[in-house]
């Protein structure tokens, strides 16, 4: 089969409902290898819903989601990251007594296997572990510039900062497909533009497919190939970046509509 | 900005001053070939008691301090710690150095088992439910229909054991000994563990159970298991109680017991190590000399009324408390930051 027409991600017909309010409404959509995807909406459109439906956090009531033709929603939370999904939060959520070493190698976890009992002996096996995870996290902090807090508390640390612990911390499980929510959030203008250039080095360096949540336009019409844009728990639009800034649903949902 | 911080990860050995230390608490028994002392044998005895308080402090200390949470139970495990190795070496003659091992394997089953329902509660909800356990577990221990293992109200005598033929120690510079050895096997272990993958999956959980969950980590099983280790620990101080006392009485593990490790886990430093030893040695020495500074207050300011023990007791933790936040062992960290930073100025 062509490699291209197999969705590294499928959402089938995803509906969530959280007691009488639907949150999402029957979403479907599918993202490509390689790919940057953007999921657009006005606040409250059921972005980050989508997001925690992927990771596990919420549990559908209608609707499939697939990867690489395995059921997500087949798999337990802490299972998610083994089958190649890494995501970083709105808020950012970091282990903040942990340094930036550490929560990068947290990061590792899914990727290592030592046990309860191998750590507690401090076995050679888990040495080996050990100094191969910490060098796959500092290879990551040297790709997200970091290496001057990497043995800082990541609490202290500003929030521009504080997401990109997070995006390498993502990235050390070396996932197959990256949701990032918000990641431009609460970044100011130049920092936006070195966002653009790590996301697209994720997807060109890392090779990882990338999945974003967004309210910053310009980022995510620049930085994507393809755009799926949501209103009230709906998909109202999906195509390129050009097609989708045309859909008249999709300025009205932005604007308002004219009459 | 915050400073560099002291990382679990990138500790690839076990520092001088550990070392050091651990030399000086083995060689202070020696001090017993040379001194006429009467009292040695009391001070020895105490020696055991802080090493035994600093075990229990520590497996209290990994599940407060490393992984976020609570227990106002850890003294109903000191008891089954101490009852399993009892009844173990009375009932069954299992000796002293099997039956600490078996108190623990003993402790790690209860621990793990109570570890599941704690998985549904956490914060206050958590600290009522461990309450439940402290208050309930001695009356347990008590009940007729396990009275002839347990000895019922009586409790348990039992033999201290003799030192091998070939040491020429005397009994209590043996049992410091065995304190010793069996303290600093589950330091090494609790070391062990925390700078590796299991103990940052532990801290994790504490800074943020949800990205912890999304990061790979199974915490439910994670949590469950720093439950059933965290017992197995304080349940190996109380077997180490049982054998050093030579008696265990249902009695001896009240409430207060739970509350004396989380005192000690606090005034020590909540997640550090050496603070699980500074804690050890402040619920003995602080515990047993409230009373002797009660006397020495009553003497020196000839006073007409005898100063109540606990509250000189009270009034130093709540000093303790203000002046150092973050226990003994954080309070030294600060003063030794402080002298580095002097250092590096000249």
């Excluded at chain 1, 649903?249 to 009459?259: C, H, K, N, P």
């Excluded at chain 2, 989380?262 to 009373?291: D, R, T, Y």
């Excluded at chain 2, 000093?319 to 402080?338: D, E, K």
Aim: contains cysteine; proline residues 5%.
């Amino acid at each position: 089969m062509d490699k291209e027409a197999t969705p590294l991600l499928s959402v089938r017909g995803v509906s969530v409902r959280f007691g009488g309010v639907v949150a999402l409404d029957d979403v479907s959509f599918d993202v490509a290898p390689g790919q940057i995807a953007g999921l657009i909406g006005p606040n409250g459109a059921g972005k980050t819903t989508l997001f925690n439906c992927l990771s596990r956090l919420y549990q559908p009531s209608e609707g499939e989601i697939l990867f690489e033709g395995t059921s997500v929603l087949a798999t337990p939370r802490h299972r998610i990251p083994d089958i190649g999904i890494g995501r970083t939060f709105q808020n950012v959520a970091l282990f903040d007594k942990l340094t930036v070493l550490e929560n990068v190698m947290v990061g590792r976890h899914s990727r290592t296997g030592s046990s309860f009992l191998a750590n507690a002996l401090r076995l050679p096996s888990v040495v080996r572990e050990q100094n191969a995870a910490r060098d796959r996290a500092m290879e990551l902090i040297e790709f997200m510039d970091l290496v001057p807090f990497t043995h800082w508390p990541a609490g202290g640390l500003p929030f521009p900062i504080r997401k990109r612990v997070e995006l390498a911390r993502a990235l050390a499980a070396q996932p197959k497909l990256l949701l990032l929510d918000e990641p431009a959030a609460g970044l100011n203008h130049e920092e936006v533009g070195t966002l653009e250039a790590q996301i697209r080095r994720v997807r060109d360096v890392q090779g990882v497919t990338v999945l974003l949540v967004e309210h910053h336009m310009s980022l995510v019409m620049s930085v994507s190939d393809k755009v799926i844009t949501v209103n009230f728990g709906r998909k109202i639009a999906e195509g390129t970046p050009d097609e989708v800034k045309r859909h008249p649903e999709v300025i009205r949902a932005y604007l308002g509509t004219a009459d | 900005m915050a400073a560099m911080a002291r990382s679990w990860a990138t500790k690839p050995h076990i520092g001088l001053w550990a070392i050091g230390f651990w030399l000086v608490l083995a060689a202070l028994p020696l001090i017993g070939f040379v001194t006429e002392s009467p009292s040695f044998e009391y001070y020895l005895f105490m020696g055991q008691s802080m090493l035994i308080y600093a075990i229990a402090v520590l497996g209290l200390n990994l599940l407060i301090g490393f992984n976020g949470q609570i227990s106002l139970g850890h003294s109903a495990f000191f008891a089954v710690g101490a009852y399993a190795a009892a009844i173990l070496m009375v009932h069954a003659s299992v000796p002293y150095w099997l039956a600490i091992p078996l108190a623990g394997i003993v402790c790690f089953g209860a621990g793990f088992l109570f570890g599941f329902p704690a998985l549904k509660l956490e914060g206050h909800y958590l600290a009522l439910a461990t309450f439940t356990l402290a208050i309930a577990v001695p009356q347990l221990l008590k009940h007729k229909s396990i009275a002839g293992w347990t000895g019922g109200v009586g409790g348990v005598l039992l033999d201290k054991p003799d030192p091998p033929a070939f040491l020429p120690l005397s009994v209590d510079q043996f049992l410091y000994y065995v304190c010793l050895i069996v303290a600093m096997a589950l330091f090494w272990i609790v070391y062990n563990l925390l700078r590796g993958r299991s103990g940052r999956a532990m801290m994790a959980i504490r800074d943020h159970a949800m990205a912890a969950g999304t990061m790979g980590i199974d915490t439910a099983l994670y949590k469950t298991m720093t439950f059933g280790v965290s017992a197995a620990i304080t349940g190996m101080a109380g077997a180490l109680s049982a054998i050093t006392v030579a008696y265990v009485a249902p009695d001896s593990f009240t409430l207060q017991l739970s509350i004396s490790f989380l005192v000690g886990l606090v005034v020590g430093g909540i997640a550090s190590l050496p603070g699980c030893l500074i804690g050890g040695a402040f619920i003995v020495l602080v515990q047993n000399s409230s009373q002797s500074i009660s006397d020495w207050m009553k003497d020196a300011f000839s006073l007409r009324y005898d100063v109540p023990a606990w509250a000189i007791y009270g009034t130093l933790l709540l000093l303790l408390m203000f002046f150092l936040p973050n226990g003994l062992a954080g309070g030294i960290t600060a003063i030794r930051g402080l002298f580095s930073r002097a250092t590096q100025k000249t």
